[in-house]
């Protein structure tokens, strides 16, 4: 059983920053795609970027140029960089973490965080 535990998260206004971190438990954790999602109230689960293990990565077009995930598997730790925040970036992050090294959907994902609280005020 691998355990996920997401920090970092906070309130800042528009164009600040934070960095989210992402915990991993597992002796094979530089072999897991590790993801990012999101969710804001009222909206489904979207994917946010997604890293695998030869360091490969993804992101959804809104967040590209101002969010960058990075890892440290000496740490079991995936890190996401987030700058120059908006509004609509407001939302409840998520880490996952996919056996498979796919990572590009939810589906992929058999371990999931708790969740931490990103809020971007204008």
């Known amino acids: 059983q691998v355990q996920v535990v997401e920090s970092g998260g906070g309130a800042v206004q528009a164009g600040g920053s934070l960095r989210l971190s992402c915990a991993a438990s597992g002796r094979t954790f530089s072999s897991y795609a590790m993801g990012w999602f999101r969710q804001a109230p009222g909206k489904e689960r979207e994917f946010v970027v997604a890293i695998r293990s030869g360091g490969d990565t993804w992101y959804v077009d809104s967040v590209k140029g101002r969010f960058t995930i990075s890892r440290d598997n000496a740490k079991n730790t995936v890190y996401l960089q987030m700058n120059s925040l908006k509004p609509e970036d407001t939302a409840v992050y998520y880490c996952?973490?996919?056996?498979?090294?796919?990572?590009?959907?939810?589906?992929?994902?058999?371990?999931w965080g708790q969740g931490t609280q990103v809020t971007v005020s204008s």
């Open positions: 996952a973490a996919d056996r498979n090294n796919y990572g590009l959907t939810y589906r992929d994902y058999e371990y």
